[in-house]
DNA sequence: GCCCAAGCTTACTTTCAAGTAAGTACCCTA
DNA sequence: TAGGGTACTTACTTGAAAGTAAGCTTGGGC
């Protein structure tokens, strides 16, 4: 419930928040659409094949939420809703790179024993 | 079980693999501290207090799985174990450092009403 | 011979995020 | 009047993460 008044939680830890917004198991997916593009909530649907109405729904709204997205409705039948990023989410943008950046590194897909940092040197 | 296995876990998400490192509840602070300097298992204990033995342990030995974080026993009774950043957790601190920065911002302490990005023009 | 410290592990319980499946509202078209 | 498209909501279930509380090991001091 009053899920608008959680940005004003306290979190003793900053890099909680960002994990906070980030966390949903579809918010970073949602998120790097929108960067491109305002979507549809159709448009994510498909998108995202494996994400359920009810996650994408919820997800969307605790982004809006936190203010990182915007919705848009225009009042047609059939409803049209649109997201897109907020300028305020915009600044998440860049890290969203430097955290993708890491990942990616740290995943080396293809070598199973040594995912992790083979190549610094000890 | 097979905790070791874990990194090789296909993420399709890089940003998703980073949010898995570092989502713990504990696993930000943990290494926030180990930062500064090697802590003994007690040490970190004291410095969050809200932890329980089982939670810190558990952390702890992800962390390690992950390759963040290295453990040095030292054979003595009674025992006396070390936890230090390894070469590769180095690596996660600038990212973490952004994301603090971000969150820092985000949090906006003492403004309960807009604690969100009150600043940006839109 | 008993307790203590340090660093855990184990068994059980609670909490919460996510998934499943179904239903709702709106008007339009056939 | 039946069905379709869009954007959801609601009730219920599942499963993983976290919390609680207790136990274990080892040798040294009292």
């Known amino acids: 419930m009053e899920s608008g ?4 939680v306290e979190r003793k830890c900053p890099i909680e928040t960002v994990i906070h917004v980030l966390g949903g198991k579809w918010k970073p997916m949602i998120l ?3 960067v491109d593009s305002t979507k549809r909530f159709s448009e994510l649907e498909k998108l995202i094949p494996e994400v359920t109405q009810k996650m994408l729904a919820q997800h969307l709204r605790e982004l809006e939420n936190d203010r990182l997205v915007t919705r848009t409705v225009y009042p047609s039948v059939p409803p049209k809703v649109e997201y897109s990023l907020s300028e305020y989410g915009k600044t998440l943008v860049p890290v969203m790179e430097v955290m993708c950046e890491w990942g990616e ?7 199973k024993q040594a995912v992790l940092a083979p190549a610094i040197p000890m």
Chains 1, 2 share one sequence.
């Not at 008044?5 to 004003?8: H, P, Q, S």
């Not at 590194?105 to 070598?111: A, K, V």
Request: aromatic fraction near 8%; avoid cysteine; charged fraction near 15%.
């Open 105 to 111: 590194t740290h995943q080396r897909p293809g070598s």
């Open 32 to 34: 790097w659409l929108l």
């Open 5 to 8: 008044a959680e940005a004003a």
